[in-house]
T-cell receptor, first 114, second 113 residues
Framework: KAGVTQTPRYLIKTRGQQVTLSCSPISGHRSVSWYQQTPGQGLQFLFEYFSETQRNKGNFPGRFSGRQFSNSRSEMNVSTLELGDSALYLC?????????????FGPGTRLLVL | DQQVKQNSPSLSVQEGRISILNCDYTNSMFDYFLWYKKYPAEGPTFLISISSIKDKNEDGRFTVFLNKSAKHLSLHIVPSQPGDSAVYFCAASAYNQGGKLIFGQGTELSVKP
């Protein structure tokens, strides 16, 4: 089975722009979660989608949004980029939304905001 | 408020010896714990997990121990190999929080030949 894929792998944007990142989960997995990794804050949960519905959201401003499509693929969008949004954005998938389900991560998208 | 803590930022171990990585948590609602291994610029790779109804889970060279009363878990790697050198993250989830994982800050393990 192919793993979680994320595109693009690297991205450079300037302040004020917006960006869209894409994630394709493992085949058969219906839950997708997004995380942000920065040196200062570590790995932080952004949001979780299942059946095209957001099920859970972390403590991030409204500039961060996402969606999930009927084929379980997901996108996240960051509007009005700030320098502090520079991070590794990770997508993870699991078969269903449930506690005690292992999440499998993609390679991430490295975003640099100048 | 950091709910999951890995107090050792780094650990150095000789090849063949045991590596013990520690993790403490504060939220008593956590009922599922995972360990991930991560290389720079890559996504975390799942290693092993444990449910709160167990106190030990083993998979090959990796064993995770859970002490619920102390709110402490540890990952044992025996024997350690140079390829184990990476950053290790523990993560926890609560039954009422769906797939939301709370991560520790990570411990960088270096296994020397």
């Amino acid at each position: 089975k192919a793993g979680v894929t994320q595109t693009p792998r690297y991205l450079i944007k300037t302040r004020g722009q917006q960006v869209t990142l894409s994630c394709s989960p493992i085949s058969g997995h219906r839950s997708v979660s997004w995380y942000q990794q920065t040196p200062g804050q570590g790995l932080q949960f952004l949001f979780e989608y299942f059946s095209e519905t957001q099920r859970n959201k972390g403590n991030f401003p409204g500039r961060f949004s996402g969606r999930q499509f009927s084929n379980s693929r997901s996108e996240m969008n960051v509007s009005t980029l700030e320098l502090g949004d520079s991070a590794l954005y990770l997508c993870a998938s699991s078969p269903v939304v449930a506690a005690q389900e292992t999440q499998y991560f993609g390679p991430g998208t490295r975003l640099l905001v100048l | 408020d950091q709910q999951v803590k890995q107090n050792s930022p780094s650990l150095s171990v000789q090849e063949g010896r045991i590596s013990i990585l520690n993790c403490d948590y504060t939220n008593s609602m956590f009922d599922y714990f995972l360990w991930y291994k991560k290389y720079p610029a890559e996504g975390p790779t799942f290693l092993i997990s444990i449910s709160s109804i167990k106190d030990k889970n083993e998979d090959g060279r990796f064993t995770v121990f859970l002490n619920k009363s102390a709110k402490h878990l540890s990952l044992h790697i025996v024997p350690s190999q140079p390829g184990d050198s990476a950053v290790y993250f523990c993560a926890a989830s609560a039954y009422n929080q769906g797939g939301k994982l709370i991560f520790g800050q990570g411990t960088e393990l270096s296994v020397k030949p």
